[in-house]
């Protein structure tokens, strides 16, 4: 299955500011998913990355806020924009398998102060 | 509205016993069910895949069961072990190429 890097692994960031997490993937991939997940709690879809068009946010999450970026087959940003302290949290990239499920960055924890 | 609840926030069991973790979810139509554990700090990570046209699954010590009429998952860890212990999680996929959505998770404690 696919491996995924991603950075930071955690930051401090002044509130309104923004923060661009970046997920490498060693392998093309169909597909990449950005999640948020709160302290003790599961993970909450953010969008799904597109290569080459506008990523597809679930509801709750505009584009403004969390703009992504796919330009290739293994490459993917999120980026939290003019942050706030209400999104600190972890924020996971994910990317599709078949048979050996889905894999997953180990995260960015962020905190906003 | 469309929801996935997992039973038991916590579930602490004594080591060797069989542990059961349930996934229930409405208004869901999946083409599969899988299962990921969570340790603290870390990325979840995939343990098994059901699809709907299956009964049942097994790898290793793991074993997980799909009724899409009770809409219900269990996951089974037999021979439970202390390093067992983490947050297990149900998730669900509509389709082959969709995203997928996530269960609220167990936390399993399994004591010596």
């Known amino acids: 299955s696919a491996v995924i890097s991603q950075k930071p692994s955690r930051d401090i960031c002044q509130r309104g500011t923004s923060l661009t997490i970046q997920c490498q993937v060693d392998?093309?991939?169909?597909?990449m998913f950005w999640y948020r997940q709160q302290p003790g709690q599961s993970l909450t879809l953010i969008a799904t990355?597109?290569?080459?068009?506008?990523?597809?946010?679930e509801s709750g999450f505009v584009i403004d806020k969390f703009p992504i970026s796919r330009p290739n087959l293994t490459f993917s940003t999120l980026t939290v924009s003019n942050m706030s302290p209400e999104d600190s949290s972890i924020y996971l990239c994910?990317?599709?398998?078949?048979?050996?499920?889905?894999?997953f960055g180990s995260g960015t924890r962020l905190t906003v102060v | 509205s469309q929801k996935i609840e997992q039973n038991s926030e916590a579930l602490n069991i004594q080591e060797g016993k069989t542990a059961t973790l349930t996934c229930n979810y409405t208004?869901?139509?999946?083409?599969?069910l899988q299962w990921y554990r969570q340790d603290p700090g870390r990325g979840p990570v995939f343990l098994l895949l059901?699809?709907?046209?299956?009964k049942e699954k097994r790898k290793e010590r793991l074993k997980v069961t799909f009724d899409t009429t009770l809409k219900q998952s269990l996951f089974h860890i037999t021979a439970s072990q202390p390093a067992d212990s983490a947050t297990y999680l149900c998730?669900?996929?509509?389709?082959?190429?969709?995203?997928?959505?996530f269960g609220s998770g167990t936390r399993l404690s399994i004591r010596p």
């Open positions: 990355a597109n290569q080459g068009s506008e990523a597809t946010y």
């Open positions: 392998s093309q991939v169909t597909m």
């Open positions: 994910s990317a599709t398998g078949t048979e050996y499920g889905y894999t």
């Open positions: 208004n869901y139509s999946p083409a599969y």
């Open positions: 059901i699809r709907e046209n299956e």
């Open positions: 998730a669900l996929a509509e389709s082959s190429a969709s995203k997928i959505i």
